[in-house]
């Protein structure tokens, strides 16, 4: 494997997707047009924020010395794919396979996996919310993110509170699939690269996600990688937009975006490292506009899926009735 120069990335390590057909934008901060794509819940790079320029120096190293003795999720897969999966639900769900597993450790076996990787071809991708167990110097780092800037962005856009900033420490080849999450994301990059497919909400029929109750909801049935035509026709419409984020990079992935992210490979750093900012939505409006917005309506299909669920007093259900009610009548 060739090494490339510290932060740089391998291009041939790119997965080529027919459904990528667009770049997203790249901007400054000192740019209008950046605030009108964030208004307008369109995704877009911002390059200059200093979001987390304080963390610049987060590596393996200092990670290990100074983010305390508390314990992580590190999640391990026999494929480079991490699809996420409700815990509580996959328990009670006796015929669902968990796609990775989820382990509880703390940093210094998260480094022992890590080298063990390099022998077993397993992944691990550490994913923590920042808490505060964290030593005094996380602390500091943290304090100095350019709160100030994400702070006018959250209160600008009428978003709800910070929900959280989880910690994501991944290898190179990491796959995040194909999901969407009902917050907005500030997606901020520490260390290496990370490719980032998204698709716009609009898409929803094309990506086929889980049922709402199934233990993978929001996560699309479809592996872009190896798309089945037979079961998920409709993929062959989908189109992807695409970034490529480096250190400073922040992405906005905007609420109800489908988003696939990729860690890249380099050799120097030998992991990527990002943070990203979960904001809880903005609330309703008192006045709903017609028609309604592709977000507004995945929220409704959520809401019909859990009303049924309910109604019926078991999620299995749902489907048949939906078939009965639509079929011959609704098509
Ligand atoms: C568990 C969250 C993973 C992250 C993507 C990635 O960096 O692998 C993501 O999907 C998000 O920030 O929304
Ligand atoms: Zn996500």
């Known amino acids: 494997?060739?090494?490339?120069?510290?932060?740089?990335?391998?291009?041939?390590?790119?997965?080529?997707?027919?459904?990528?057909?667009?770049?997203?934008p790249r901007r400054s901060i000192q740019d209008p047009e950046t605030y009108q794509l964030i208004k307008d819940s369109k995704p877009v790079v911002i390059t200059d924020t200093n979001l987390v320029t304080s963390a610049s120096k987060w590596d393996l190293e200092y990670l290990n010395k100074n983010l305390g003795d508390g314990l992580f999720y590190v999640y391990t897969s026999n494929d480079n794919r991490f699809k996420y999966f409700d815990n509580k639900r996959a328990e009670k769900c006796k015929s669902f396979v968990t796609p990775s597993e989820r382990h509880h450790v703390t940093f210094l076996q998260f480094l022992q996996m890590l080298k063990r990787c390099a022998r077993t071809k397993e992944k691990v991708y550490l994913q923590q919310t920042l808490n505060d167990s964290v030593g005094t110097n996380i602390v500091t780092d943290f304090l100095q993110f350019n709160w100030d800037w994400v702070n006018k962005c959250q209160a600008a856009y009428g978003w709800g509170s910070l929900s959280s900033n989880l910690l994501l420490i991944g290898l190179e080849g990491n796959i995040t699939p194909v999901h969407y999450d009902e917050q907005e994301n500030f997606f901020a990059q520490i260390s290496g690269h990370k490719r980032c497919l998204l698709f716009s909400p609009d898409q929803f029929d094309c990506l086929y996600p889980h049922p709402v109750a199934h233990p993978c909801d929001r996560q699309s049935q479809v592996n872009i990688a190896n798309p089945d035509y037979k079961k998920f026709p409709r993929f062959r419409n989908a189109h992807a937009t695409e970034a490529i984020v480096g250190p400073g990079d922040v992405l906005y992935i905007p609420m109800y975006w489908w988003h696939q992210i990729e860690s890249l490979s380099s050799r120097i750093p030998p992991v990527t490292i990002s943070v990203n900012f979960w904001y809880r939505g903005t609330p309703l409006p008192?006045?709903?506009?017609?028609?309604?917005?592709?977000?507004?309506?995945?929220?409704?299909?959520?809401?019909?899926?859990?009303?049924?669920?309910?109604?019926?007093?078991?999620?299995?259900?749902?489907?048949?009735?939906?078939?009965?009610?639509?079929?011959?009548?609704?098509?």
């Open 286 to 331: 008192d006045v709903i506009q017609y028609p309604l917005s592709p977000q507004q309506r995945v929220s409704v299909m959520r809401n019909v899926e859990k009303m049924l669920a309910a109604a019926l007093g078991d999620a299995e259900k749902v489907g048949e009735l939906l078939r009965t009610m639509v079929e011959g009548r609704y098509t």
């Open 1 to 24: 494997m060739a090494v490339f120069a510290s932060g740089s990335y391998d291009p041939d390590s790119i997965t080529k997707y027919s459904s990528i057909t667009e770049q997203i």
